[in-house]
C-alpha cells in the first residue's frame, strides 16, 4: 500500500515523549512528513530531531499540503477546532482526548466525519494495549466468571510535574482538571472491557489553589488550580460496580492501575505502561501468576498503537476500536460524574442512541 502522509500538529511533551519516538514502527504503513507548533524553534528542532521533513509554526499549512491524515496532539482546548477544520479540509483525524469540551459538541465531530465518509479516531488508544487485550480475552473466555467487582485509578503526580516544559495551564483550567485528562484511562478501559455505565456517583475535592513551577523555561509561573483535582467515582456498569480514582494531589500508588474481579478469579494490570506485568489469579489457584514481556515499548504508554489504528482503518475501511462513539459516552459519564459531585445524588447515564462500544477481539490479542 502507498504509506499513509501524516501531519502532526502539535510537538509539546506528548509528542517527543510518548509517539515520535516510536513513530518509526509506522514504517510501510505511513510516514509523518510535517509537524506543526506554535512555536516555530520548537518546530523546527523537533523536525531536525525525528527526521520529520517539513515543519510549520500555523497549522493550516498542514491541512492545505496535501497530506491523509493529521494527528492531533495538541492542548486540550484546541483539541475540537483543529480536528473540527481537518474533518471539513476532507482530512482523516486521529485526537488526543479529549474529542472535545462536551459530548454535543464531539457529537457534532463525530457526525462531520460520518457525513464526509472520513475516519475518525479518539484516544486515549488504552482499548489497543496489549495488557489491556490480555484481560479482554480473559473476561470474554469466562475463566474469571461474571465480572462483579472493578477498581481503577489515573493519578496524574502533584503539580509541579518534573521534566514537563510545556505551560500546564490548560490542565487546570475549570473545564478540565484530572476527570477529563486521566479519568478517561480507566473509563474507557472499564466501559470497553464491561460495558457501558448506566449510573455513577461521585465526589471531588480542590486540594490547591495553585502552584508554582520551580524549573524549565516557564520556571517561576504561578499557575492558577481552577478545577478539582482529586476524584472519587462509583460505576453501574451491570452486573459490576467499578470505583475510579483520578487526581493531581498524589503521588503514586503501588496498586496495579486497574483490576477486575469475578467468582472465578482476577486480573489486574496497569493501564498506562505496556511493560509492566499482568498478574492472574486463575480459578483455584491460591497464587498470583505474573505475565510479561506483551509489549513492543520499552515502558510508559504505547500511543502510537492508536496512530497505527487511524492508518489501518483508513486502510481497510473498518470501524474503529477507539471510535468517537465510544469518547462521546465518556464525556456523558464526565459530564454526570460532575452533576453527581455537585448535587450529591447518583445520576443516570443514557446511552445515546448509535453508541458502538469497541468490537472485540482487538488483533493480536493475548489470552
Known amino acids: 500500500m502507498t504509506p499513509v502522509r501524516l501531519a502532526v500538529i502539535g510537538a509539546g511533551d506528548v509528542a517527543q515523549r510518548d509517539y515520535l ?3 518509526h514502527r509506522l514504517a510501510g504503513k505511513a510516514e509523518i512528513a510535517m509537524v506543526c507548533s506554535r512555536r516555530p524553534e520548537r518546530a523546527r528542532q523537533v523536525a531536525e530531531r525525528f527526521g520529520i521533513p517539513a515543519w510549520a509554526s500555523d497549522y493550516r499549512e498542514a491541512l492545505s499540503g496535501g497530506f491523509d491524515a493529521i494527528v492531533n496532539l495538541t492542548p486540550l482546548p484546541a483539541h475540537e477546532p483543529i480536528t473540527r477544520a481537518a474533518l471539513q479540509a476532507g482530512l482523516h483525524v486521529y485526537t488526543e482526548k479529549p474529542l472535545a469540551a462536551t459530548a454535543e459538541r464531539a457529537r457534532a465531530l463525530a457526525a462531520e ?4 465518509g472520513l475516519v475518525l479516531v479518539c484516544a486515549p488508544s488504552v482499548l489497543l494495549f496489549p495488557q489491556v487485550a490480555l484481560a479482554q480475552g480473559l473476561v470474554a473466555s469466562g475463566e474469571l466468571g461474571t465480572i462483579v467487582s472493578a477498581r481503577a485509578h489515573a493519578l496524574g503526580g502533584v503539580p509541579p510535574w518534573e521534566g514537563y516544559e ?4 490548560p490542565f487546570f483550567s475549570a473545564d478540565a482538571g484530572p476527570l477529563v485528562d486521566m479519568a478517561v484511562y480507566p473509563l474507557h478501559a472499564l466501559t470497553g472491557l464491561l460495558g457501558p455505565a448506566r449510573r455513577v456517583a461521585a465526589m471531588a475535592r480542590q486540594t490547591r489553589s495553585s502552584f508554582t513551577i520551580t524549573a524549565g523555561p516557564l520556571s517561576g509561573e504561578v499557575i492558577p ?10 460505576l453501574d456498569l451491570g452486573d ?8 493531581f494531589a498524589t503521588t503514586e500508588s503501588t496498586a496495579a492501575e486497574c483490576e477486575l474481579r469475578g467468582e472465578g478469579g482476577a486480573v489486574a494490570f496497569s493501564l498506562l505502561d505496556v511493560a509492566a506485568p499482568v498478574s492472574v489469579l486463575r480459578p483455584g489457584g491460591l497464587q498470583w501468576e505474573e505475565l510479561s514481556g506483551l509489549g513492543q515499548r520499552s515502558s510508559g504508554p504505547d500511543h502510537i498503537l492508536g496512530v497505527e489504528h487511524l492508518v489501518d482503518c483508513i486502510a481497510t475501511g473498518q470501524e474503529p476500536v477507539v471510535s468517537a462513539s465510544h469518547a462521546i459516552h465518556v464525556l456523558d459519564i464526565i459530564a454526570a460524574a460532575r452533576r453527581a459531585a455537585a448535587t450529591g445524588r447518583t445520576v443516570t447515564i443514557e446511552p445515546a442512541a448509535g453508541l458502538r462500544l469497541p468490537s472485540w477481539p482487538v488483533a493480536g490479542a493475548v489470552r
Request: glycine share 0%; aromatic share 4%; charged share 25%.
Open 21 to 23: 519516538p516510536e513513530a
Open 113 to 116: 466525519a460520518a457525513d464526509r
Open 166 to 169: 510545556s505551560d500546564p495551564t
Open 225 to 234: 488550580v481552577q478545577a478539582e483535582d482529586h476524584w472519587q467515582l462509583v
Open 240 to 247: 459490576c460496580v467499578a470505583s475510579v480514582e483520578a487526581n
